[in-house]
């Protein structure tokens, strides 16, 4: 029997529906897989002694990740006004927490979706459950590499947590769950409200301030000062961990920008990734020209950092910028995060053993910034329901520069007070730093019973363990 | 010319077909993946003076799998009946040896589809071949970690073409080929007969009692037992491998579970990714809690084998369970897989080197029982052959235990045999072990001919042979 | 309101361009990854003092492959006649420059889309942009290894622009740009022209006669012929790295194969896939087997080469063989690619670390040679706008082979001078080889500024700089 057109439109419907939801789940995996990434550069760029607690915490906090936002952060963050509308989610979800201020309402959280109940575990749902949760994964797995070699276990489990279920879901929904953030254009007409395509304010931002407060309260690893308070180098112990683990984020990446349209029909997907490359290129490239300038060498933990950086700051702008728009945003952050981790290491003597406080937090920053600013009005009609595309101040609309603004010191203004009282109250309960005696040591054995590298190599017969008894 | 109603009905099952075939070519992709997974996991778990033998081993087991599996496994699995109908593939592959018992037909293997003729090398059957391999090949690496460190490589190549040509494809043809064990519902009643979605029993249970079985015939390494039996640890010999190692299994086992829907256009592939991914976070954090307890320390080993042990548990009821079942499952499995491994290496007095029999068996055999207790008879609508969807038993069809528990009985009576016969006979006909010297100092140059990790390293001027003669 | 049918008509169009563009992205993602890959071969198979810098250079080539491209490469590779036409791009790309020899037109180069002014900066072209942007970068990526160890950092940044602007984007407009070669069916009758379906000679040849053009003109390494001439061995220093790499090869190919259908709406992908997949099996095994008889040991590191070079031949070829014909084009290149590299080293005396001569080049010919043997006529209808499906001289079309053979000739007339005279150019400028002195260190300290390996390890406190001051 030949289909009625009826028929054929519901088909259609149903194949577009599928397409959007293989693209989202594709995407998702590329995002997870990106912790491997996290893993390696943070191990590879601190030392020995220390892999096996490095890799424990950049391993570990991908189960609490999930756990955490099973039981509270997606709820929190989704299960409020309008993010559901996406990839056909029904609304059955929405339930929110507003408040009324100046006549406005401010939407800060949600409250529907704990633990995926069966009535709600859709396909749609469950794709944007993993797609949400892979980048809140992202973003727990950024401070890991700031409080490295001298953070204590049970303390970043702990931690860890609190990023999971409340840090992160609360800003995510002020962006991504139609909370008030997302709001500023419709009920200020500030653009088309604080605009952040992939995360570099709800992922990178708040991580990288995540980074600042915990290398702050935890102070510098030992040696990392000297009497004269200056910076010693602490040097990475393994490149071919740092470089590898740099090209698994980029891979990775196209899947946290690109997938970010959750849409497989929406073509746009495709000058996102696009500009994504370009930036990530630039990135490196400032970094490489900046590095031989200041330094006179192209340390490659510089070209490493310096792609992430590009890769962070077009996070943001990725969809809604030209070419030379996204050349330009990477170029800087290239430069920028050298600038920003040399003046966080001699100026604010800081220790952030990876530099993940000038990676994530300053370039995510620069990433809102020139959304604000280069946004060139191709895209983006109607989000966050305002009519027309995204148009950064170049294009004329200081409005969107306004809300960009307002949507950084908005992350700052939240994360870091709930960051360092979250880290107080843990370090009463179980202590926040290891021992001096253990730090020096290195955390294998002390911190998770094993050490990174044993075996004392090829040519001796082996680790004195195999041998007969 | 506008398109007739036709035309288009054509051209929308087209795009079907190829949505769906673009979904199981991208997880065949990560599930191929999976291979550089086991590789560092398994050399990572064991000692640096037999990196290039065990990494040897994992990458050449992708080579033998793919040529055993295109000359006879493919055939023997899958040139039966039904199994076509996926993917639009039509059933002129089918011709199968079915034997008749109890008045009931039992389909044993297949007899058609052998070396991939040009009359069947259609894109439907070409992808299931795809897929089917890799799936195959997973089982066929499961084996070497079991073995390792003491496993001469040419004993270790004919065994993998065995389990290639004939272990595998002749249970994978009772469970997805339309063989006697997907035909118990059909022929017996028991629910939807041993329903595994992708492969707690066929990849993991097949893979885990080889390694049983390997363990025992191949003994322990030396030194593994001192004079008074008890069992010496033998260290892992680095971590960041054995850490990369699992992001890249979890990454790729997404291919794994949520392709198995074998459609781009059936949506419950993200509800099987999001279980896929809960079970892997609770296996991890039940290892975490259990190690903790028993050890006093979170060794990242255990956390690894956990996440594992979870995705291994998950992988057969991925599709059919709600999420709270999906977290049970997973974090029983990271309990479970601890008291496993401690049990085979305590009371059994086995030498499993990467835990591979706790991990793929114990947790395989794991996975089909959770099938049989918590389908919840949201999915499954048809399949082979019953009407309505798969529940276990806490909903009421205690049939669905009943054939699970009977395809892990038939696994164990089929996998074990054969795969000791087979390994009998390959150690008359070559030798099994490597000798006592060359084991003690690493199977490297002995069997591989290079050493894993050359060179003095840097500072030293490099590796002797480089230096001017 | 109901749709009509010429409605439905047109969603459905864009449904199918959408999942071509997803297609083709998700296969750009993939090919990107193998960036990785190469890095860890070529680290791991060369020395550990030369990791920073071999990791540096791997790492780099990426960002200089992606700047060059941009502003110069893309425009000269695809801004010509009909290349667009694939994924629904529009003709406005299209100027090229001709010269008329013969009576013919000779496309040489394109002269639009130079970097992507807003205007074309469609989500078509942002795919076709990204796809080449990838295969490109891949290219520069091979002469890295055979200069490794040896190359001034400078030098080298400077020669893979020249890749990336010209070398590659010029050979690649005659094949894929509508160029000369791919005229020589439509032009004179020989078959459908040179056909290369994925970049046996566009990238792999390129590639490998690079390699082989700078090992004779950067000389060999210190020590590497003794003062009799005769090689001496200088073995690799990572096993694990060389093994994890080419498993990320092996997978990021199949983006590179399958995704040059360019459309996921073609199934013959699936078919590619497998080619590719029985390919690269065969190549491993016919290394293993030769190098057993040749050796008496299955170096892995031959396994590995044997792969790629299975990988590298059925490159061309995988759309349009049959499975028997991919099954023995890897064999093949499994035996070649060892006799290959034993000619290089030992009869022309030149010194390639990682065997980029052998595998790419001498593989890669033989790929485009056994295309136009064993094409056998199923695919390629109307493939540079000649008629039928593509089929060799073993099909009966010695044209096609002839096509062949002017496409490998044409390669190396273009890309050996060029490139040694770029690299004679940038040796007057900035000198290609580091120091005796700095060589004998390694390259790490006196090119790169750091060490690839540091840190005294576990136990010892750590690497010096960070003990208390």
């Not at 993993?130 to 590499?145: A, L």
């Not at 100026?347 to 946004?375: C, E, M, Q, R």
Request: with cysteine; proline share 4%.
């Amino acid at each position: 029997m030949e289909p009625t057109v009826a028929d054929l439109a519901k088909s259609l419907a149903d194949t577009q529906s599928a397409l959007n939801l293989v693209w989202v789940m594709v995407a998702a995996f590329l995002v997870m897989f990106m912790q491997a990434g996290f893993a390696l550069v943070e191990t590879g760029l601190t030392r020995a002694k220390n892999v096996a607690h490095t890799m424990g915490m950049n391993f570990f906090v991908y189960a609490i990740g999930i756990i955490g936002f099973y039981f509270v952060g997606f709820g929190l963050q989704m299960g409020g006004v309008g993010a559901l509308a996406t990839l056909g989610g029904d609304a059955s979800l929405n339930h929110e927490f507003v408040i009324n201020l100046f006549g406005k309402d401010f939407g800060l959280f949600g409250l529907k979706g704990f633990m995926l109940p069966l009535s709600m575990y859709t396909p749609a749902i469950a794709a944007i459950f993993m797609f949400q949760m892979v980048f809140m994964d992202t973003t727990c797995t950024i401070p890991t590499g700031a409080a490295a070699e001298r953070w204590k276990f049970s303390s970043f489990v702990l931690f860890s947590f609190v990023i999971a279920t409340v840090i992160y879901p609360i800003y995510a929904n002020w962006v991504w769950g139609g909370g008030w953030l997302a709001a500023l254009g419709a009920n200020f007409g500030l653009g088309h409200g604080h605009v952040d395509f992939a995360g570099s304010s709800v992922v990178h931002l708040t991580g990288g301030v995540m980074a600042l407060v915990l290398a702050k309260m935890i102070g510098p690893r030992i040696g990392k000062f000297g009497k004269d308070g200056k910076p010693r180098p602490i040097p990475a112990h393994n490149i071919a961990q740092v470089m590898t683990g740099t090209f698994i984020l980029a891979f990775g990446w196209f899947g946290f920008n690109a997938g970010s349209t959750l849409a497989g029909m929406d073509g746009q997907l495709a000058i996102v990734a696009v500009n994504t490359m370009l930036a990530s290129a630039t990135g490196a490239f400032g970094a490489y020209v900046f590095a031989k300038y200041k330094f006179g060498k192209p340390d490659p933990t510089w070209l490493a950092n310096g792609m992430l950086a590009g890769l962070v700051a077009i996070t943001a702008p990725c969809a809604f910028v030209s070419s030379w728009a996204a050349m330009l945003i990477g170029l800087v952050s290239g430069v920028l995060v050298i600038v920003a981790a040399l003046f966080i290491e001699r100026v604010l003597k800081l220790d952030d053993p990876v530099g993940a406080s000038a990676v994530h937090g300053v370039n995510g920053a620069w990433g809102i910034l020139a959304t604000g600013i280069f946004a060139n009005g191709t895209y983006g009609q109607g989000l966050n329901g305002v009519a027309g595309g995204v148009r950064g101040a170049l294009y004329g609309d200081w409005g969107q520069l306004g809300a960009s603004i307002i949507g950084i010191l908005a992350n700052i203004a939240w994360v870091a007070p709930v960051a360092a009282l979250a880290f107080f109250i843990i370090g009463k309960l179980v202590g926040n730093r290891a021992s001096a005696e253990d730090e020096v040591n290195g955390l294998d054995i002390s911190e998770m019973g094993i050490l990174g590298y044993d075996d004392a190599g090829p040519g001796t017969g082996g680790a004195k363990p195999s041998l007969p008894a």
